[in-house]
């Protein structure tokens, strides 16, 4: 399939990607977005995504994303890219009424929320998948830029399971186009901002060790963050360097996001699942690499995850 033939003859497109977007969601989204107005340009195109961080910035048109979604808008085609309709936020109502409605995921959690579903766990990141879906003809250096930005946020910087030998060819054709790619990984994958190496400093400091030192987790409350004046997107990273604590099988990093409710993010070494923990409570990822929001205390939600982390794990006692 090649997604010029979903929309040829569409006169109003949209793309939206998931709440609290990351660097594969910003990466598809831009990199279809800037496709799109490549093939297309007498179509209206616009982006439907909360405000990305800044060190995306480098990914042209940036600035064309639309923060706040029209009530009464209806859409040829609507793309709903790296999540299903349940994590599109304010967009959902607009993806609803769209005369076509086309899902591209990498997530295995994802059944498909679209007319036209293509949904590939085996790839690393759904920019990935899109480079694929693309005709490469028809790609330039920004689209190059966009999708492999993506690619390297999802697989972190081709150190996660979730790369694959295509996944490399890909990556090599796309920095054929000549953009400077260790500068794109600087700037977007490691570059701190001084509170967030100080918040991020603050979560490996108070984080704990449990279950025989195999597991580790770490909290920021709402006042830390108020404290640190740093919004959600600045905690980007911290369950990375928890999980590089030597003998961690898992890894665990929450922040408080309302009254009782924390956002949950979960990486693993190997032996735990956390695709299927996450699962089980609402949530959802890859078998390294998952999150899901939880209801309840701290403590209450450790002890809730730790029950599920020892089941996986007294597999290798």
Same mark, same amino acid.
């Given at each position: 399939?090649?997604?010029?033939? =979903?929309?040829?003859?569409?006169?109003?497109?949209?793309?939206?990607?998931?709440? $609290?977007?990351?660097?594969?969601?910003?990466?598809?989204?831009?990199?279809?977005?800037?496709?799109?107005?490549?093939?297309?340009?007498?179509?209206?195109?616009?982006?439907? !995504?909360?405000?990305?961080?800044? *060190?995306?910035?480098?990914?042209?048109?940036?600035?064309?994303?639309?923060?706040?979604?029209?009530?009464?808008?209806?859409?040829?085609?609507?793309?709903?890219?790296?999540?299903?309709?349940?994590?599109?936020?304010?967009?959902?109502?607009?993806?609803?009424?769209?005369?076509?409605?086309?899902?591209?995921?990498?997530?295995?959690?994802?059944?498909?929320?679209? +007319?036209?579903?293509?949904?590939?766990?085996?790839?690393?990141?759904?920019?990935?998948?899109?480079?694929?879906?693309?005709?490469? +003809? $028809?790609?330039?250096?920004?689209?190059?830029?966009?999708?492999?930005?993506?690619?390297?946020?999802?697989?972190?910087?081709?150190?996660?399971?979730?790369?694959?030998?295509?996944?490399?060819?890909?990556? /090599?054709?796309? *920095? $054929?186009?000549?953009?400077?790619?260790?500068?794109?990984?600087?700037?977007?994958?490691?570059?701190?901002?001084?509170?967030?190496?100080?918040?991020?400093?603050?979560?490996?400091?108070?984080?704990?060790?449990?279950? =025989?030192?195999?597991?580790?987790?770490?909290?920021?409350?709402? $006042?830390?963050?108020?404290?640190?004046?740093?919004?959600?997107?600045?905690?980007?990273?911290?369950?990375?360097? !928890?999980?590089?604590?030597?003998?961690?099988?898992?890894?665990?990093?929450?922040?408080?996001?309302?009254? !009782?409710?924390?956002?949950?993010?979960?990486?693993? /070494?190997?032996?735990? +699942?956390?695709?299927?923990? /996450?699962?089980?409570?609402?949530?959802?990822?890859?078998?390294?690499?998952?999150?899901?929001?939880?209801?309840?205390?701290?403590?209450?939600?450790?002890?809730?995850?730790?029950?599920?982390?020892?089941?996986?794990?007294?597999?290798?006692?």
């Amino acid at each position: 399939m090649r997604i010029i033939d =979903e929309v040829k003859d569409a006169k109003t497109i949209a793309i939206s990607g998931h709440i $609290r977007p990351d660097g594969d969601c910003v990466g598809s989204v831009m990199g279809l977005y800037l496709y799109l107005q490549k093939e297309l340009p007498g179509a209206q195109i616009d982006v439907y !995504l909360e405000k990305p961080s800044a *060190i995306f910035d480098c990914i042209s048109h940036i600035g064309d994303i639309k923060t706040k979604c029209p009530a009464d808008k209806v859409y040829d085609v609507y793309f709903a890219l790296d999540c299903n309709d349940e994590r599109l936020g304010d967009a959902l109502p607009l993806y609803e009424k769209a005369g076509k409605k086309v899902n591209i995921d990498h997530h295995v959690s994802n059944t498909g929320c679209g +007319d036209i579903n293509i949904i590939e766990p085996q790839r690393s990141s759904t920019s990935e998948l899109l480079y694929e879906l693309l005709d490469p +003809d $028809r790609i330039d250096e920004e689209i190059a830029k966009a999708i492999y930005i993506g690619i390297i946020h999802d697989t972190g910087v081709f150190k996660y399971s979730n790369t694959s030998p295509r996944t490399l060819q890909v990556a /090599a054709e796309l *920095i $054929r186009f000549g953009f400077d790619f260790p500068a794109l990984i600087e700037k977007t994958f490691y570059e701190k901002t001084y509170v967030q190496t100080q918040i991020m400093g603050r979560a490996v400091l108070e984080s704990v060790r449990f279950m =025989e030192e195999q597991c580790i987790v770490s909290m920021v409350s709402r $006042r830390m963050m108020e404290f640190y004046q740093v919004e959600p997107k600045d905690l980007d990273g911290i369950v990375n360097q !928890l999980q590089v604590v030597s003998g961690v099988e898992c890894a665990i990093f929450m922040y408080e996001t309302g009254t !009782l409710e924390y956002k949950v993010s979960m990486r693993s /070494a190997g032996k735990v +699942d956390v695709a299927a923990i /996450a699962v089980k409570f609402g949530g959802g990822g890859h078998v390294r690499a998952a999150g899901c929001t939880m209801n309840g205390t701290y403590h209450d939600n450790i002890n809730n995850l730790s029950i599920e982390i020892a089941e996986q794990l007294k597999n290798y006692v």
